[in-house]
């Protein structure tokens, strides 16, 4: 009988214990399950310079690739910038979660009030990697990321010490001084592939999730695509843009903004098809070194646990529309490519959903079960995702310095300019003009369309604290700002 009741209890406590063990075994294959986050990030590429999106003309197979396994989001836009260098507020924005009205010093300074999603995910138990272009400050930096290689800090590679042939570049500094660097004679997206591959294959504590953030230099210029990596391009081959124009046919309020004397008045075919060609040069470069990261990616055995972001940090002209640069708010320097790869998420899909490069911070914490920070402006596109549909904004605004502003809703765009003292309206049809080539603003049978979009964009742009206000005379500034004007406006 004693026996007996012994074993009894202890099949009982064995019993007890299993529901226990049961829970700790759930919670393991849980957190084994979260997902990894490769974050490729390209300078430049406007949304229309992926073979498999369309672009018949570039070779892009490692993006097309991308687009064969995730899906794309098609209307993806950086919101703008307070100065000429547009990847700062974007990549900032993109970092924060935070709408450009709300960027400190236009994204020159992230401060510690606004974290990032690298932060984020470092505070959730990731390994948090970068390497590639940071153009906010360095303390920043090293909040958000726990390690890194090859860091380039700035702008742009410089033509005077070779550009992307000799990169300046850092080691990652614990410290986050950052005082020594030094040029590498690699190209720089070569660089950058090195250091992830080496990131990918030498990780210390693989049974924590990582997150390696990747943001090559190219396409942005100097235009040099190295004649060994990707596809060599003739000029002569390459079709002019539908919507080129020998020059731009108004002044908007910044024609000397450096992309913009880049090439003499007035453009000719010939220099904008020898431009289109170095510029698919390097975007066919970097595409092979986004293959080699993809690569290594699946020697690593993480890929099928492995949320892949391949987009870019603002869009360029080319000879559209007579600019060459990002400095305006048409549709080719506005949006850029955006495909999310990953567990459950579709394939070979093309969502039309309305979003800001500034969505994906709480789209990746999402995806990834992680809280993050309700002060954020971005708006997840998970839904958006598994949907298979539209499921986001419904309309957007866009906004570069004191001088430019424009809504989208629907198929319509408005864009107002207001150009030392004196203002100017844009209206397109992007159904039936998405080259943005037919100004409807004057037609009588549009007069409704303008005040509708003009009222809906002056609401936004006072809900998102713009310090423009269009009812008043030059917006309130007529002349053209500068960044630090702005910033004293703003404080």
């Known amino acids: 009988m004693e026996l007996y009741l012994r074993k009894k209890y202890i099949l009982i406590g064995c019993a007890c214990l299993l529901p226990l063990a049961k829970t700790g075994a759930q919670e393991k294959k849980k957190q084994a399950k979260q997902p990894n986050i490769l974050f490729l990030l390209t300078d430049d590429q406007s949304y229309n310079t992926i073979h498999a999106l369309g672009n018949p003309t570039v070779v892009t197979p490692n993006m097309d690739r991308l687009v064969a396994e995730g899906t794309s989001f098609m209307q993806n836009h950086v919101m703008g910038g307070m100065q000429g260098a547009i990847s700062m507020p974007s ?6 979660g935070l709408y450009s009205q709300h960027l400190t010093h236009d994204g020159q300074v992230i401060p510690e009030k606004d974290r990032t999603f690298p932060e984020v995910f470092r505070e959730n138990g990731y390994a948090t990697f970068a390497t590639g272009k940071w153009h906010s400050d ?25 550009g992307h042939f000799r990169p300046f570049l850092h080691d990652f500094d614990p410290s986050g001084k950052y005082e020594r660097g030094r040029f590498r004679t690699k190209f720089s997206s070569v660089c950058y592939a090195d ?8 990780r210390r504590d693989k049974s924590k999730p990582f997150l390696l953030y990747v943001a090559f230099k190219s396409p942005h210029d100097p235009r040099t695509p190295p004649p060994a990596y990707g596809h060599k391009y003739e000029a002569d081959g390459i079709p002019l843009p539908l919507n ?6 108004f002044d908007n309020g910044d024609m000397e903004v450096r992309d913009e004397v880049f090439l003499p008045l007035p453009r000719t075919p010939e220099m904008i098809r020898q431009e289109t060609a170095l510029y698919y040069g390097m975007i066919s470069e970097v595409d092979v070194q986004t293959g080699r990261i993809l690569e290594a990616l699946e020697e690593s055995g993480e890929y099928d646990n492995t949320i892949i972001v391949f987009t870019a940090d603002n869009g360029l002209a080319v000879g559209q529309h007579g600019l060459l640069g ?3 708010l ?3 320097s506005v949006r850029t490519p955006l495909v999310i790869v990953g567990p459950g998420i ?3 899909e093309r969502n039309y959903t309305f979003n800001y490069l500034l969505d994906l911070y709480p789209t990746l914490c999402e995806l990834a079960g992680i809280k993050y920070p309700e002060t954020i402006d971005g708006q997840s596109l998970k839904n958006a995702l598994m949907a298979k549909k539209p499921a986001g904004r419904k309309h957007l605004i866009l906004s570069y310095i004191n001088i430019q502003r424009a809504v989208k809703k629907d198929h319509y765009k408005l864009i107002r300019y207001n150009v030392k003292g004196e203002e100017r309206v844009q209206l397109f049809d992007l159904k039936n003009d998405p080259l ?14 303008v005040k509708e979009l003009t009222e809906l964009l002056q609401r936004e742009m006072l809900e998102s604290g713009d310090f423009c206000d269009l009812s008043k005379p030059g917006w309130g500034y007529p002349d053209k700002l500068s960044l630090k004007e702005i910033v004293e406006i703003k404080k």
Do not use: C, V, W
């Open 195 to 202: 250091a992830s591959i080496e990131f990918l294959k030498n």
């Open 330 to 332: 048409y549709e080719h």
């Open 346 to 348: 579709p394939k070979n």
């Open 91 to 96: 990549r900032a924005m993109l970092m924060t």
């Open 326 to 328: 990002k400095q305006n």
């Open 138 to 162: 360095r303390a920043a930096f090293n909040r958000s990321f726990s390690a890194g290689a090859d860091i380039f800090f700035g702008g742009m590679q410089r033509y005077e010490t070779d």
């Open 244 to 249: 080129f124009l020998s020059r731009h046919p």
């Open 436 to 449: 943005e080539q037919n100004n409807l603003a004057d037609a009588p049978a549009y007069k409704d369309k």
